[in-house]
């Protein structure tokens, strides 16, 4: 069992660990699978489910819907910007995964009443502006992989050529932007002041943990503090931030969108931890596909 | 009398021009210091006065505030951030000026009565938040010329040093998006999804322009339509939104406020086109140092 496989893993049982989900009873997203298997089943059954399965048609659906945000009115701007989102190019779509599986997770629970039936209209309507969040938070991703690339000068990148190369430094910064700016648009949408101002603060760290990234004296280097910081700014802010939308626009409580921060934070130092370890000690094909940077990496197929 | 004033004198009429603005009567800004002046001497006044002057203050103010907001962290991200709000670095804050003035221009007339004072409570918050649309303006302005000068690859623009030559077309990219940032969490914080939706686009748009700037057709450079559409997205767009948005923070008809958007739109427009004759036929005396572009060709004093 891969190690990318195993954190994916720990969303599906965040539905269980997390307090609001153990009221979900059988209504949670794996429970109405499941509610008529006896506890020990239903756990051995979870645990052979590949959690990226739970949600690939909806990932899919929000990706299509993602190359219809990103379309651009001018023909050199469009093609840069939606360059990554084409079919082949899109990764495995870790992060829109993770937040729809938090989505399930922090779900309330439905009664098959009447008042149950008005409840799962706005439930639908919940997922919907989920959906959002984690359609913002891909937008937010690929332009900082744009722009982190500017300067970066390397002829190749992993063996492929990066975006930077064949568009240009100047276009790959141009379309990050354009990006932003549909992804601020697309949180003004939403209409919730606090999701707003935690998004576009992921924006900032993203950018402190570059700089913190390109910028490290010899001291620093050797700070496992300087390293953790860097790395929460850097890969885990954003899938962090992200969960804890997911979790506050469902209305739970400080201490439920808390948890869901926490999650993510660790998800995302952990997911970098081991893509640092492998680094010195992997090969590419124990890297395999599923890294937060494979977007990078992938080779270019139009 | 130079041509950029004639334009600023042009924000301080549109008080006397704007609908709401001539039931303000004598409690307009021009209004308060000569309302016991007969009109026609009002009028000659008012053609002599400065229009930079009377909002100087409030733009120091808000300058210093600016200062503030775009302090970052990281030593190495701060100082490229913080370089164009720095002191003799500023420029003339043109934007700032002009959407002061226009705040002044929507400003609603108040009564000395009791009600009056409470009115005049809500009505300095309301000057507080129309500054706050000036400081994002300011912001996403900055940011969007450091990233235009990426890959520009001159050794001088008009005769001094880029920022980005100095330090780098990386670190300009994150100091850019870094602005973006705080711009986008200002705007979250008015809790104004109309507004954050406004201004979100104008950065779309700053993206769009500079696109169609370098990526254009021989038939594409003979067309005036092109151009138009091109100095709209480039230098009007910003400038006219925001107007507009500070119209619709004073709880403006949707008349008034395209108003304040159709006057913006020519500003800015007019501005583009006169800095474009003057590429042909000024010399740098003649242009001065009032232009929108100014900021970039200012001469590094630290």
Redesign the interface.
């Known amino acids: 069992m891969s190690w990318r496989w195993a954190f994916a893993r720990h969303v599906a049982q965040a539905q269980r660990l997390l307090p609001t989900s153990s009221a979900g009873g059988g209504t949670g997203l794996l429970g109405r699978h499941h509610h008529h298997m006896p506890l020990a089943s239903q756990i051995r059954s979870k645990e052979q489910q590949d959690p990226f399965e739970l949600v690939a048609d909806e990932v899919s659906l929000l990706v299509n819907r993602l190359r219809f945000m990103v379309s651009?009115?001018?023909?050199?701007?469009a093609s840069t910007a939606e360059y990554f989102f084409k079919v082949g190019v899109e990764g495995k779509r870790f992060q829109p995964t993770v937040l729809l599986l938090m989505a399930s997770a922090v779900k309330f629970s439905l009664s098959e009443s009447t008042e149950g039936k008005v409840l799962s209209i706005l439930a639908d309507k919940l997922r919907s502006r989920q959906q959002n969040i984690a359609e913002i938070t891909e937008m937010i991703h690929v332009a900082?992989l744009m722009?982190d690339d500017?300067?970066d000068n390397a002829d190749t990148r992993c063996g492929v050529r990066s975006l930077n190369l064949i568009k240009?430094?100047?276009?790959s910064?141009?379309?990050?932007?354009?990006l932003?700016?549909?992804a601020?648009?697309a949180?003004?949408?939403l209409?919730n002041?606090e999701v707003?101002?935690l998004m576009?603060?992921t924006?900032?760290h993203?950018?402190?943990g570059?700089?913190?990234q390109?910028?490290t004296s010899t001291e620093q280097q050797r700070s496992m503090e300087y390293y953790l910081q860097k790395t929460y700014y850097k890969t885990s802010s954003l899938i962090s931030n992200s969960c804890k939308a997911v979790a506050i626009l469902a209305g739970h409580t400080a201490e439920v969108s808390v948890l869901a921060y926490e999650y993510g934070r660790n998800l995302g130092l952990a997911f970098q931890l081991i893509d640092d370890v492998l680094n010195f000690t992997g090969t590419s094909a124990s890297l395999g596909n599923g890294s937060l940077s494979h977007i990078r990496h992938v080779r270019i197929t139009t």
Do not use: Q, W
């Open positions: 651009a009115e001018v023909p050199k701007l900082s722009h500017v300067l240009g430094n100047k276009l910064v141009l379309a990050g932007d354009f932003l700016s549909r601020c648009v949180l003004a949408a209409g002041t707003a101002s576009a603060t924006v900032e993203l950018v402190t570059e700089t913190m390109i910028s």
